[in-house]
């Protein structure tokens, strides 16, 4: 089995355990981490190792962990922009979806895994359509995902049923493929787009099949509005009601809430992603994140779709999450620097039952990490790199990028994916949706 040695990096671990930040080496034999330490490398992981890289010039941290997104939405990238969510959906993203075939759900999520891949995410989440076009992406792209058949019910009865049985036969094909790097989760769309009866077949689905569960919640305030008028229940408490949260669930976006709210999601163990950028192109709003992380809940981060960010950098959701809370709420230390990589990388693990596999620099976890080039202007003087990699670093400057042990991006190079082949054929599709 292979092993590699990277020696004179530095390194950014998430490990609580082990300092924030230092100069050092780790080892990695097939798809994990064996060694991490600071200082010079030992003799003896000189010797062991059969391929030894030198980390001058480089920060190694764990990769980034993006929990919501729709990658084939890169198709619409720039389409219908500066509109309200309702109509942005009903009037242009349904419409538009609508024509999408098994082959554009490929291409737009391949071009989103190499815009991923590229600015650093190593794991993502998805929700759409067509989702095993997705996972033939994950598998020959060598990312991590946490796949979801999102499934909306406002349609006939045998429409209903037979997305039902989709999306439980993906879960039975996917579910621990591609060398364990694909997960699955159970996932009506959200509460306003099916009925209270359909989630519930949803929530069975889930217990049968002992998958967690994926949905969007209160995300705008018409929605929170009419789901009170059409159940008598804010979307949370509807959703508890159903059962949903007797599953292990995350929920997208959260972003109007009350306190009562929040501590039911904190006693439920409820898991939120945070999309701050995609909240704000919507005007959705700002979502109680430091109140969230005070009850105790999980708090990861999201792009959502490239349709309403309009990119997949997490690193600018992350300098995001920092900068909006400060900025809201008049008090600079509600969401510091590290709280916020967190979110991006340990929280994001956390939030989608990977814990323990992915998100820190750690003995035993599995390697997905990445390095990026700190030899640039903003990456200087080197005082904080949590500071730096928070409120200066993007996504471009990730030079290198590992999943599962396996090198996706050798200086800024795809290895596993032909960027100018996914480019074209992208643009095709979007040139067929549009016509």
């Given at each position: 089995?292979?092993?590699?040695?990277?020696?004179?990096?530095?390194?950014?671990?998430?490990?609580?355990?082990?300092?924030?930040?230092?100069?050092?080496?780790?080892?990695?034999?097939?798809?994990?981490?064996?060694?991490?330490?600071?200082?010079?490398?030992?003799?003896?992981?000189?010797?062991?190792?059969?391929?030894?890289?030198?980390?001058?010039?480089?920060?190694?941290?764990?990769?980034?962990?993006?929990?919501?997104?729709?990658?084939?939405?890169?198709?619409?990238?720039?389409?219908?922009?500066?509109?309200?969510?309702?109509?942005?959906?009903?009037?242009?993203?349904?419409?538009?979806?609508?024509?999408?075939?098994?082959?554009?759900?490929?291409?737009?999520?391949?071009?989103?895994?190499?815009?991923?891949?590229?600015?650093?995410?190593?794991?993502?989440?998805?929700?759409?359509?067509?989702?095993?076009?997705?996972?033939?992406?994950?598998?020959?792209?060598?990312?991590?995902?946490?796949?979801?058949?999102?499934?909306?019910?406002?349609?006939?009865?045998?429409?209903?049923?037979?997305?039902?049985?989709?999306?439980?036969?993906?879960?039975?094909?996917?579910?621990?493929?591609?060398?364990?790097?694909?997960?699955?989760?159970?996932?009506?769309?959200?509460?306003?787009?099916?009925?209270?009866?359909?989630?519930?077949?949803?929530?069975?689905?889930?217990?049968?099949?002992?998958?967690?569960?994926?949905?969007?919640?209160?995300?705008?305030?018409?929605?929170?509005?009419?789901?009170?008028?059409?159940?008598?229940?804010?979307?949370?408490?509807?959703?508890?009601?159903?059962?949903?949260?007797?599953?292990?669930?995350l929920v997208a976006h959260a972003v109007h809430l009350n306190d009562e709210e929040i501590a039911l999601l904190a006693e439920r163990?409820?898991?939120?992603?945070?999309?701050?950028?995609?909240?704000?192109?919507?005007?959705?709003?700002?979502?109680?994140?430091?109140?969230?992380?005070?009850?105790?809940?999980?708090?990861?981060?999201?792009?959502?779709?490239?349709?309403?960010?309009?990119?997949?950098?997490?690193?600018?959701?992350?300098?995001?999450?920092?900068?909006?809370?400060?900025?809201?709420?008049?008090?600079?230390?509600?969401?510091?620097?590290?709280?916020?990589?967190?979110?991006?990388?340990?929280?994001?693990?956390?939030?989608?039952?990977?814990?323990?596999?992915?998100?820190?620099?750690?003995?035993?976890?599995?390697?997905?990490?990445?390095?990026?080039?700190?030899?640039?202007?903003?990456?200087?003087?080197?005082?904080?790199?949590?500071?730096?990699?928070?409120y200066a670093a993007r996504g471009s400057d990730v030079a290198h990028v590992w999943v599962n042990g396996k090198q996706l991006l050798?200086?800024?190079?795809?290895?596993?994916?032909?960027?100018?082949?996914?480019?074209?054929?992208a643009e095709r599709c979007f040139q067929r949706l549009r016509g």
């Amino acid at each position: 089995m292979s092993r590699l040695l990277i020696h004179n990096g530095f390194f950014i671990t998430m490990d609580e355990q082990m300092p924030s930040e230092f100069q050092g080496w780790m080892a990695i034999e097939g798809d994990k981490i064996v060694g991490l330490g600071q200082g010079q490398a030992p003799e003896e992981e000189l010797t062991q190792a059969s391929e030894v890289m030198d980390g001058k010039g480089l920060l190694f941290m764990p990769g980034l962990v993006n929990t919501h997104g729709h990658a084939a939405m890169s198709l619409l990238r720039g389409l219908a922009d500066d509109l309200n969510l309702q109509d942005w959906l009903q009037n242009h993203m349904w419409p538009t979806e609508a024509k999408f075939t098994g082959d554009d759900v490929y291409w737009g999520s391949a071009l989103s895994a190499a815009e991923m891949i590229k600015s650093g995410t190593t794991t993502f989440v998805d929700m759409y359509d067509h989702m095993h076009r997705v996972a033939e992406v994950v598998e020959q792209s060598g990312l991590r995902a946490s796949l979801t058949r999102g499934v909306i019910g406002l349609c006939p009865e045998d429409v209903q049923k037979a997305k039902l049985e989709d999306a439980i036969q993906f879960a039975k094909d996917w579910h621990g493929a591609a060398d364990g790097r694909i997960s699955v989760m159970i996932s009506p769309h959200a509460p306003y787009t099916c009925p209270p009866d359909y989630i519930l077949k949803f929530v069975e689905a889930a217990h049968e099949l002992d998958l967690p569960m994926h949905t969007h919640m209160s995300e705008s305030i018409a929605e929170v509005e009419q789901n009170v008028r059409d159940y008598g229940y804010r979307p949370v408490e509807h959703l508890d009601r159903l059962g949903m949260f007797s599953r292990p669930t995350l929920v997208a976006h959260a972003v109007h809430l009350n306190d009562e709210e929040i501590a039911l999601l904190a006693e439920r163990k409820v898991a939120v992603s945070h999309n701050p950028v995609s909240n704000l192109k919507l005007a959705s709003g700002v979502a109680r994140v430091p109140d969230l992380l005070k009850a105790g809940v999980t708090v990861s981060l999201g792009t959502d779709g490239a349709a309403s960010n309009n990119n997949l950098d997490l690193f600018q959701e992350i300098s995001m999450a920092a900068l909006l809370h400060k900025g809201v709420s008049g008090d600079p230390t509600v969401v510091p620097a590290a709280e916020a990589l967190r979110m991006g990388t340990v929280h994001g693990a956390r939030a989608l039952g990977l814990e323990g596999v992915t998100g820190q620099l750690k003995t035993g976890l599995k390697a997905d990490f990445i390095a990026l080039a700190i030899t640039k202007p903003h990456f200087v003087p080197h005082t904080d790199y949590v500071s730096h990699l928070v409120y200066a670093a993007r996504g471009s400057d990730v030079a290198h990028v590992w999943v599962n042990g396996k090198q996706l991006l050798r200086d800024g190079q795809l290895l596993t994916l032909d960027e100018e082949k996914i480019l074209a054929e992208a643009e095709r599709c979007f040139q067929r949706l549009r016509g």
